[in-house]
């Protein structure tokens, strides 16, 4: 048994010689051997060697069989009876003088092409003898002469026991002699033309070939073309049993050692897999014809062209079955295994010589290995990569080379992939069904795909997938032509292009199949591994490339990550700048999909398929479970709830977003989108251009929905977080709604304010973000939770047709305000309220009126802003939008004094002074339309307010008088007559008061009570200034210029002057003047008829502001004087009276 250990090793390296082409009757020391194997002692069909052999024992097959027992040196094939015609039919003339020449021509010839069984017994037993004759190591000593001296380990053989030639086997790569190559090249084809000749196969697999019934082992029973099929049978059970298929044998461990011996001892050459070479004959001229034998040139090719429509399928089948042998054992690979020797042994892949088939053996651990050195940075060489490469990309084509695949997959294949075999198609397939896109699949399925992810290694060279690059090939081509073709970048260029015009359907589906996979494990992106492997073995424990580790499986090591990306410089522990920018490239590409996010699918899978099974679209899925915030499970909410607290501090994450609004980032915030750390600051800048021309509707829907995730928590708004996270603590604890947290921290700040506390309890930092905060609430009323709940009913009523933004629904709302719901006309009025005290939360305002507030207001503060804009209301470089909107404010003031902050504080103690019972007839709830103010206009026309109540009064006075819509009594009561009288003057664009003179000319023909009441408290108001009556004033600006320059307004001074002068005929008024003052006398007179005087303040007030004041005031004063003087005599007559009494 000793030479049967040591044949397979001279058979090895016979395999590899067959890179040079069998030279057929031209190499003298070939011929000269076989000649030396035919001398008389050791006849072919005679004892000897032989018998070793139990198949060589039966020889009775006729005596035509039989070959003479003494022969000439010369002995030839061609001269025996039994063989001469069927090699003078297949055989060219010239190799009929050369016995291997012949033998080889007969052993190759076509499967349907017959042999008569006496030749093929006779050729057997010829090649039976020249492989076990001792004489070979006497011609191997001649023809490798030169050889063996160089070689030491070889001249120390001992001759005669056959070890010689091992030997030389052993050492081929060192032979450079070409005698000697030819020689053991041409024996090696001999050899492997029938497996009964290696020597000890037999023995080992005899049990198992029968078990199997893969033929006979009795000579004769099979020709010699047929012999080729054990050996494919015996693959085949091996392959078999491999993948625990039903009904698998398990064949012996000595015979599988043999089995993948002789894998490995063919890989040299195809024509050495009898099996194969023969179903591949023809397949090898048509696709390979140029290809040269040798060193597995051939089946390379052939592996290449597996997958062709023009490949027979038997063929197919026997190169299915060499890979899954390569698969198990990479030896079997002659050119993986020469490439790859000094890298295996370098990085210590190599497999335990003592344990054939040990798990180092397998071409997923080589893979794995030096996969792991090139990744970690090592040198490959070049050509080992190429190898590694080629069987890396058969790994994706074919998923049968994998057995974990076949075991564990077989009922998803079964089910869902059956038939797509070709091209990578079934795999691909499975990974759809991993991804959740076609049912459930099986954990040991799903994590069999996962192995062959990262043995295939896709992510480093997208042609390694060639379902992926088939159906991508057109995108690369032109959204990604500016990237090294195989550059890793490929990938990722790709990804960036997902839902985009230039992406096709096919390729879309092909890459997140593909990414699924990859975003299961960090370090399938090579890119990621290369910038980060440093900081996750610093922060996240990790161990080598090919190493895993339960405690940190590699689904989690991506999340260690990114949770250490945006830590501040305080928090510690950050990643490298490097590895940052690639753990937000790969955070960007998984917001593109919910299933790229592994811990997100596999915490949320419940909640997407309750809340978004109808959310199908790209990025819908991340968009519903924020939606649903609160409904979601305790895990799910937590992790959407980190993953939209990342966004807020870099927006870039969303990059359908990002892409929906390049227009608008490239016109207006292309400075902050260029920052490498994004700190909140590109969302505020969108937020703040969500209504600029390049905003379109996707970016728009986009921001706004951010915006409303944000109000579900303070934590979502990365600025407001970062400036108020201590103050939230310590003021409002146990808040987490953003909008509370703000309502929270705006009480405080304006209670704070308001009683004018020494110290704010709220920080500098976090006021001035709460203001940006507010604002932007302002900005939409869904933004206000409690707002939009309570208006929704009139939102759909009274402001169906108007858009959210730009506080346009808010707006509606305020202007149909008599009309809404109770509950939502409360918080409309606070709502109001707040915003009458700070006018810099009233978005439309501050809109519109943008530049008008820059063009005055540049000095007032914020809380003085509409004042300031009231002040310059009508300056000829007032927008005509702007004039509009504070006119709109001022209706809105006037309607009730509590949205009048200035009014309410300077009639603080007027007001319950003067008009209490108004108060308390109104409950808290409700408007007062007007009447608190109307009651302090009296109180102004009676002179009894005081000084800073009477000077708002006098403001609002002026201002109602040009624009009757700043009388909320007014415009109460007299609508209908307003639109019956003074249409005309309505309609006017520019209110200038002629709506009021109009009342005023036609009080006699007012009908309703309510509207003459109001006309009349007009004039009576008029009396007490004349800047109240501007229809009067401007007819009077002369003559109040010439006749009472010095004398100061109010209280009916300056109208007084005018009556006087009226009544001075040395005094000529101008016409107009003289016309309106005598007007307004006799509406005067009239006025007093219908509407007497309730008191004595009125009395009096109306003989003070009377044209005939000093009439009454003498008849008046006469009249005193008569009553003092007949008090004088009365009291007289009165006490003489009492004293006459008294005396009696």
């Not at 929905?705 to 310590?730: G, M, N, P, W």
């Not at 202007?815 to 006309?825: A, I, P, V």
């Amino acid at each position: 048994m000793a030479d049967c250990i040591r044949v397979p090793l001279l058979l090895v390296l016979m395999c590899i010689l067959l890179s040079v082409h069998p030279i057929r009757g031209e190499n003298n020391f070939v011929a000269k051997a076989a000649v030396k194997a035919d001398n008389p002692q050791n006849p072919p069909g005679g004892p000897g060697p032989a018998a070793v052999n139990p198949g060589a024992a039966e020889r009775n097959l006729g005596a035509g069989a039989s070959l003479p027992r003494r022969r000439s040196a010369g002995w030839k094939l061609a001269e025996e009876a039994v063989c001469r015609e069927d090699l003078t039919r297949l055989c060219p003339k010239h190799s009929w003088n050369n016995n291997l020449a012949l033998l080889e021509c007969l052993q190759d010839r076509k499967e349907e092409t017959e042999i008569a069984a006496e030749c093929n017994h006779l050729l057997w037993n010829y090649k039976l003898n020249l492989t076990t004759d001792s004489k070979f190591e006497s011609v191997a000593v001649e023809v490798c002469k030169t050889t063996i001296s160089q070689i030491k380990e070889c001249a120390a053989e001992e001759l005669g026991k056959g070890y010689l030639v091992s030997c030389l086997v052993d050492h081929r790569g060192n032979i450079s002699d070409y005698q000697c190559n030819q020689y053991i090249t041409k024996m090696t084809s001999i050899v492997f033309s029938d497996y009964r000749l290696i020597c000890g196969f037999m023995d080992k697999c005899r049990d198992d070939i029968n078990t199997l019934h893969c033929g006979s082992i009795s000579t004769g029973e099979k020709d010699v073309h047929s012999q080729g099929e054990v050996i494919a049978c015996l693959e085949k059970g091996l392959v078999r049993e491999a993948e625990e298929q039903p009904g698998a044998h398990a064949i012996k461990e000595e015979c599988k050692k043999s089995i993948m011996r002789v894998a490995e001892l063919s890989s040299d050459d195809f024509h050495l897999d009898r099996y194969l070479y023969f179903a591949c004959r023809e397949d090898r001229e048509r696709f390979c014809e140029n290809t040269l034998a040798g060193e597995g040139r051939v089946y390379k090719c052939l592996f290449n062209h597996k997958f062709e429509e023009a490949m027979s399928e038997r063929c197919r089948e026997a190169l299915t079955t060499r890979q899954k042998l390569i698969a198990q054992d990479y030896k079997v690979s002659y050119s993986l295994a020469k490439a790859c020797k000094s890298d295996l042994r370098k990085y210590r892949c190599s497999a335990d010589s003592s344990m054939p088939r040990a798990r180092e053996a397998r071409l997923s651990y080589l893979l794995l290995c030096l996969e792991s050195a090139v990744h970690r940075g090592r040198v490959v060489s070049g050509e080992c990569q190429g190898e590694m490469m080629d069987y890396r990309r058969m790994l994706m084509e074919d998923f049968s080379l994998s057995p974990e695949i076949v075991l564990h997959c077989r009922s998803e294949i079964e089910g869902h992939c059956s038939g797509l075999h070709r091209k990578g198609r079934t795999l691909h397939c499975l990974m759809r069904v991993g991804r959740g896109d076609m049912g459930a699949i099986e954990p040991n399925c799903q994590r069999a795909l996962q192995n062959l992810m990262q043995e295939a290694d896709p992510g480093a060279d997208y042609r390694i997938d060639r379902a992926l690059n088939e159906a991508c090939e057109s995108v690369i081509q032109t959204a990604c032509k500016h990237i090294r073709n195989g550059d890793p970048m490929i990938l990722s260029c790709l990804m960036e292009h997902l839902y985009t015009d230039k992406m096709v359907e096919d390729c879309e589906h092909r890459l997140l199949e593909l990414q699924y996979f990859i975003a299961r494990d960090w370090k399938l992106d090579p890119i990621l591994y290369k910038k980060c492997q440093g900081d996750a073995a610093r922060l996240c424990h990790t161990h080598g490339w090919n190493e895993t580790s339960e405690m940190m499986p590699p689904g989690t090591i991506f999340s260690c990550l990114y949770r250490h990306a945006y830590r501040s410089v305080e928090q510690g522990r950050r990643l490298s700048r490097d590895c940052k920018v690639e753990v937000q490239r790969i955070l960007h590409q998984r917001a593109l999909d919910v299933k790229l996010d592994p811990e997100l699918q596999r915490l949320c899978m419940t909640d997407l398929g309750k809340w978004c099974s109808e959310k199908t679209e790209a990025g819908q899925e991340l968009e519903c479970l924020q939606d649903h915030l609160e409904d979601l499970v305790s895990d799910c909410r937590d992790v959407v709830g980190n993953l939209t607290e990342l966004e807020s501090e870099d927006i870039q994450i969303e990059a359908l977003l990002m892409r929906a609004c390049e227009p608008v980032i490239q016109a207006h915030c292309h400075e902050v989108a260029d920052n490498q750390i994004d700190t909140g600051d590109l969302m505020d800048c969108l937020v703040q251009n969500k209504h600029q021309k390049e905003m379109n509707e996707k970016c728009a829907v986009g921001v706004t929905h951010f915006q409303l995730i944000q109000i579900k928590d303070f934590r979502f708004s990365y600025k407001f977080k970062t400036a108020c996270k201590e103050d939230v603590l310590k003021l409002c604890p146990n808040i987490k709604k953003k909008v509370d947290v703000v309502i929270c921290l705006s009480t405080t700040v304006r209670n704070d304010t308001l009683q004018d506390a020494k110290e704010q309890r709220v920080s500098v930092k976090c006021r001035k973000q709460l203001r940006v905060e507010e604002v932007e609430m302002s900005e939409d009323i869904r933004l206000e939770p409690e707002l939009y709940e309570s208006c929704k009913q009139d939102i759909n009523k009274l402001c169906q047709n108007v858009a959210f933004g730009n506080a346009q629904v808010i707006e509606c709302l305020k202007e149909n305000k008599r009309d809404l719901t109770q509950r939502c006309h409360q918080r409309i009025f606070k709502l109001q309220e707040v915003e009458m005290v700070d006018p810099e939360l009233d978005y439309q305002l501050m809109r519109v009126c943008k530049h008008m507030i820059r063009r005055f207001c540049t000095e007032s503060e914020g809380k003085n802003v509409l004042q300031c804009l009231k002040q310059n209301k009508n300056s000829e470089l007032m927008d005509p939008k702007c004039k509009q909107m504070i006119t709109k404010r001022q209706i809105t003031q006037n309607t009730d004094y509590r949205l009048n902050p200035v009014l309410r504080k300077a009639c603080k103690a007027d007001i319950p002074k003067f008009c209490q019972p108004i108060l308390n007839r109104a409950t808290a709830d409700t408007e007062l339309e007007g009447q608190v103010i109307s009651c302090l206009k009296l109180k102004y026309a009676d002179q009894r307010l005081s000084p800073d109540c009477e000077d708002q009064i006098r403001v609002i006075l002026q201002e109602s008088a040009l624009d009757y819509r700043l009388d909320p009594q007014l415009q109460l009561h007299c609508t209908q007559e307003i639109s019956r009288l003074c249409p005309e003057e309505a309609a006017a664009q520019e209110q200038t008061g002629q709506v009021e003179e109009c009342l005023k000319v036609n009080l006699l023909k007012i009908k309703q009570e309510g509207c003459k009441k109001e006309v009349l408290n007009m004039l009576k108001e008029s009396k007490a200034d004349i800047f109240v009556d501007p229809v009067l004033h401007t007819a009077c600006a002369l003559d109040i210029k010439h006749q009472c320059a010095a004398i100061p307004p109010g209280k009916g001074r300056q109208m007084s002057c005018l009556m006087e002068a009226l009544q001075d005929k040395r005094v000529r008024l101008q016409p107009e003047c003289k016309k309106r003052l005598q007007d307004r006398i006799d509406m005067w007179s009239y006025a007093a008829k219908v509407a007497p005087a309730e008191g004595f303040s009125d009395l009096a007030m109306q003989v003070m502001t009377s044209p005939s004041k000093n009439y009454i005031l003498t008849v008046i004063g006469a009249g005193v004087a008569l009553l003092f003087l007949m008090g004088l005599l009365c009291g007289r007559f009165t006490k003489r009276v009492t004293q006459e009494l008294k005396d009696r």
